[in-house]
């Protein structure tokens, strides 16, 4: 059963760079037929897609303004994990960050599983 | 980007009782639309995807349905656990985009 779970601090100094780990165990992530995601939850409000990697490096940003520009996803997979690094982090940054699975199917495209979040905080 | 509005903000509705959850595209996301459940203080978990289909271990009394910029959720017989907060999302093409949820309270 695949699983996976986030790491990381989970206090962030305004301006600093926030950096986290998504572990994957129980599959590889060296896997053809999926992508590996970064969403993020602020506190009582909706899910926001920050990204996807695929397991050969490639990428995809949101293009909001709350990101664009701030995001970079990578992988590892001689490590089976996946990272995630926000620049020039505020207060809203603050938010439960979760990864997941993206599924990319003609007309199924999911989120399944998710890990169990991580609240990061940023504040001084 | 496509925008997911979703509604009502929140729902309350008595056990056993049917509740009706919207998603309206502002384009056409053709079909490809998940359904999300998410109690408090845990990670969402996927309830449909590709409009109608259950994911693995999803009861029969949740279901989707819809087209074009239109897509339901339906709970039929609900239970207590059943409250939390529902999400739709579509990816049809970048970037992929979240609705607003819909809060859903069990009388």
């Known amino acids: 059963q695949l699983q996976l779970q986030e790491s990381g601090p989970g206090l962030v100094k305004p301006s600093a760079t926030l950096s986290l780990i998504c572990s994957v165990s129980?599959?590889?992530?060296?896997?053809?037929?999926?992508?590996w995601a970064w969403i993020r939850q602020p506190p009582g409000k909706g899910l926001q897609w920050i990204g996807n990697?695929?397991?050969?490096?490639?990428?995809?940003?949101n293009p909001s303004p709350s990101l664009r520009g701030r995001v970079a996803i990578s992988v590892d997979s001689s490590r089976n994990q996946f990272f995630l690094q926000v620049t020039s982090v505020t207060a809203a940054d603050t938010a439960v960050y979760y990864c997941?699975?993206?599924?990319?199917?003609?007309?199924?495209?999911?989120?399944?599983?998710w890990g169990q979040g991580t609240l990061v905080t940023v504040s001084s | 980007e496509v925008v997911l509005t979703q509604s009502p903000a929140t729902l309350s509705v008595s056990p056993g009782e049917r509740a009706t959850l919207s998603c309206r595209a502002s384009?056409?996301?053709?079909?490809?639309v998940a359904w999300y459940h998410q109690r408090p203080g845990q990670a969402p978990r996927l309830l449909i995807y590709?409009?109608?289909i259950r994911a693995t271990g999803i009861p029969a009394r949740f279901s989707g349905s819809g087209s074009g910029t239109e897509y339901t959720l339906t709970i039929s017989s609900l239970q207590s656990e059943d409250s939390g907060l529902y999400s739709c999302?579509?990816?049809?093409?970048?970037?992929?985009?979240f609705g607003g949820g819909t809060k859903l309270e069990i009388k």
């Open positions: 997941a699975r993206l599924t990319k199917d003609t007309a199924m495209d999911r989120l399944d599983p």
């Open positions: 999302q579509r990816y049809d093409n970048w970037p992929l985009t």
């Open positions: 384009e056409s996301v053709w079909n490809n």
């Open positions: 990697v695929y397991y050969s490096g490639t990428t995809h940003y």
């Open positions: 590709g409009t109608s």
């Open positions: 129980g599959g590889s992530i060296n896997d053809a037929n999926h992508y």
